[in-house]
Structures are given as C-alpha cells and as structure tokens.
C-alpha cells in the first residue's frame, strides 16, 4: 500500500502541467517497487537462471518486433525509478 506522504510527494514532484496517467503510473511503479523489495527482504525471489528462463519464454512470444517494444517499456521504467528515487518517492 501506499502511505499520504508518497502520495503527496508523487503529487508535489509533477510538473505544472501533466497527464492524468503520470501519476498514476508513477505511483503503480513505487507501490510494484515496494512490493519487489519486501518480496527481497522475505526471501521470495528467483534465480538468475529462472528469471532469464521466464523472460526467453515470454520474448519468444512477443517475436522480433516485440523486443524493442519491451525494450522501450523497460528504458521508460527504469528513467522513471531513477526519477522516483531521486526524488525521494519511495522507502528503501
């Protein structure tokens, strides 16, 4: 779950002008981050192995053309985990 700080944090660090699913996106990543990191702390992970397994799995699915896709998707995540944590919008 989310706490009011995040929220108003979240709300705060947007610019003057933005679309509704920026923040929602932006606090659908910080609660999916704080949930991987309790997930971590609990000891409920995969191996290196297993998640490059699943992943081969799914990019096999998703054909050439999808890869950059993912790839794009996954850029746009990471650029806005960097911004969340920068911004403090996250527990460590």
């Known amino acids: 779950m989310i706490g009011k700080n995040q929220l108003l944090d979240t709300i705060k660090n947007l610019p003057e002008k933005f679309s ?3 923040p929602i996106n932006r606090l ?3 609660q999916k981050i704080e949930e991987g990191l309790q997930q971590v702390k609990e000891q409920k992970t995969v191996s290196y192995e297993a998640a490059k397994k699943r ?3 799914r990019l ?5 053309s999808g ?5 794009m998707k996954l850029q746009t995540t990471l650029h806005m985990i960097v911004h ?4 403090n919008e996250f527990k460590e």
């Not at 096999?60 to 050439?64: A, C, L, M, S």
């Not at 890869?67 to 790839?71: G, R, T, W």
């Not at 969340?84 to 911004?87: I, T």
């Open 55 to 57: 992943m081969s799995k």
């Open 84 to 87: 969340a944590r920068q911004n």
């Open 20 to 22: 509704v699913d920026e």
């Open 28 to 30: 659908v990543l910080i």
């Open 60 to 64: 096999k699915w998703f054909g050439p």
């Open 67 to 71: 890869h950059l896709q993912i790839l």
